[in-house]
């Protein structure tokens, strides 16, 4: 257990202030913070595959225990495009691979898809094929999906469609592809399905394309078919042997940089009263490389979904792609990897209180301070991340970051640490990554080992807590 004095170095210069002070009410920047902002999206021909494995059930059931609500789930990604329903088919999906760790060129579905969809806690998201132009099949498809799942939150009508090839069916001919002509196919599906379903669409699913740009192309009477914009996004590419890098992905200052972007379209999505979510997100195209399953995309994941939330995005739906080959996923047959500890670390932080989210740092080092704050407008957690990159060579040094304006009572509060070896750290290679001092999930993802809280000194509403490079601290007010 580390004992945590009150006398320690006050990081300076990084966050700004000789000290950080906790506000003792939501300041002006808090935002307010979904119940599933933490959810997955599920590769679509995959899907079928996740619900045969015990770790599914076991890793979401964990986060809506942390959270007090089950997260959210998109069955979406490329093969939705590739997909075509066959309402006479008995297995939920049909198709052949030359690999088990490669993805089909083409595939049919049937109505027992959406058995297994209706099964899922919280809300869910479906992707359906608009790429082909087999306007029946899709429209079949969404009706069964209604009439299948009362857990059915929306429908998506084709997946990022900025990257259809020039000879995809739904191009007209003779007509170059252009986010005008998507924007009319997109309405024009809508006004064809909306009698049938309702108005219960997921707009955009664009990864380069501007989503809130579609507002303004289908027009108000478009907006009227739509629960929700998509946006999708990644950081960093692994595509067509692009290199990826961790310092860069984890780094705090990078990650207040890269999620600006989010807001000026998150206040258009919301002044035309839709949703707002990355519905497709993880550390990188093309899933990930050599970043995605380390211990630096667990603390990525933190910073990221913090960082969201404060730009504006209600939800974060981190993409899980081939069963078995598969960089960034959480969990696979027989391994819960390492991102999954950011993403317990990051629920537990937001608790079942949390509902406003604030930074109290200044995003310009590599040093990251929130607090989360009850419905009573009270601070309840704090949460610091040194993201300073450490790959296991020389001194790993230590930072300490000094807290003032605390509220508590008494003398000691507590604290509980995320750590690992190092930045490269993966646990389903053996690292001891741990929450609390213990490794924490077996490999159907149950919760394994008895978790430490350390103690915080406190004198004079002060604190003092320290982090090593590449680690994280939850603070309990």
């Not at 002006?28 to 599920?42: F, N, P, R």
């Not at 000094?402 to 930045?423: D, F, H, W, Y």
């Not at 809280?453 to 004198?459: F, G, K, R, T």
Request: one cysteine or more; a neutral charge; hydrophobic letters at 40%.
């Amino acid at each position: 257990m580390h004992f945590l004095g009150a006398l320690g170095v006050a990081l300076t210069a990084s966050l700004g202030t000789g000290a950080v002070t906790v506000p003792s009410t939501p300041p002006s920047s808090a935002q307010s913070v979904d119940k599933s902002i933490l959810s997955v999206s599920l590769e679509f021909f995959a899907f079928p595959g996740y619900t045969q494995l015990e770790a599914t059930n076991n890793c979401l059931a964990n986060i809506a225990t942390l959270r007090g609500a089950p997260p959210a789930v998109r069955i979406g990604g490329t093969t939705q495009d590739r997909a075509t329903y066959d309402p006479s088919l008995s297995s939920a999906v049909n198709y052949t691979v030359a690999n088990p760790g490669d993805a089909p060129s083409t595939l049919t579905y049937g109505p027992s898809f959406f058995t297994l969809a209706s099964q899922l806690r919280g809300d869910v998201t479906v992707g359906l094929n608009r790429q082909l132009n087999n306007q029946n099949a899709s429209l079949q498809a969404a009706i069964k999906a209604k009439q299948t799942m009362p857990n059915l939150f929306a429908l998506e009508l084709g997946n990022e469609p900025e990257f259809y090839a020039s000879n995809s069916p739904i191009i007209p001919s003779g007509q170059k592809w252009s986010t005008d002509l998507d924007a009319a196919s997109e309405k024009a599906w809508f006004q064809a399905f909306s009698p049938s379903v309702g108005n219960i669409f997921q707009g955009a699913v664009y990864l380069s394309w501007n989503a809130a740009g579609l507002l303004t192309r289908i027009g108000s009477d478009g907006i009227s078919f739509l629960k929700s914009i998509s946006r999708h996004s990644y950081p960093q590419s692994a595509c067509g042997g692009a290199s990826t890098n961790l310092p860069n992905l984890m780094s705090h200052s990078g990650i207040v940089s890269y999620t600006r972007q989010y807001q000026s379209e998150a206040t258009s999505v919301h002044a035309a009263g839709l949703r707002y979510f990355l519905a497709e997100t993880n550390s990188a195209t093309c899933g990930g490389g050599g970043i995605s399953p380390t211990f630096g995309a667990a603390l990525w994941i933190i910073d990221y979904v913090l960082q969201g939330a404060l730009n504006g995005v209600e939800r974060l739906y981190f993409h899980q792609g081939t069963i078995g080959n598969c960089a960034y996923c959480f969990w696979g047959t027989s391994s819960i990897f390492t991102p999954y500890y950011g993403v317990a670390f990051v629920s537990e932080f937001f608790g079942t209180d949390g509902v406003r989210v604030a930074m109290l740092d200044d995003g310009t080092s590599a040093i990251g301070v929130y607090a989360v704050y009850s419905a009573s407008n009270v601070p309840v957690r704090l949460l610091v991340i040194n993201s300073n990159y450490f790959d296991g060579t020389g001194t790993r040094a230590t930072t300490s970051v000094s807290l003032t304006g605390l509220t508590t009572s008494t003398e000691t509060t507590k604290a509980k640490r995320l750590t690992a070896p190092n930045a490269t750290s993966r646990s389903d290679q053996g690292a001891a990554v741990t929450i609390g001092g213990s490794t924490s999930f077996t490999s159907t993802c149950t919760r394994s080992g008895t978790q430490n809280l350390e103690d915080v000194s406190v004198s004079g509403g002060a604190a003092t807590v320290s982090l090593q490079a590449s680690e994280a601290l939850i603070v309990y007010l």
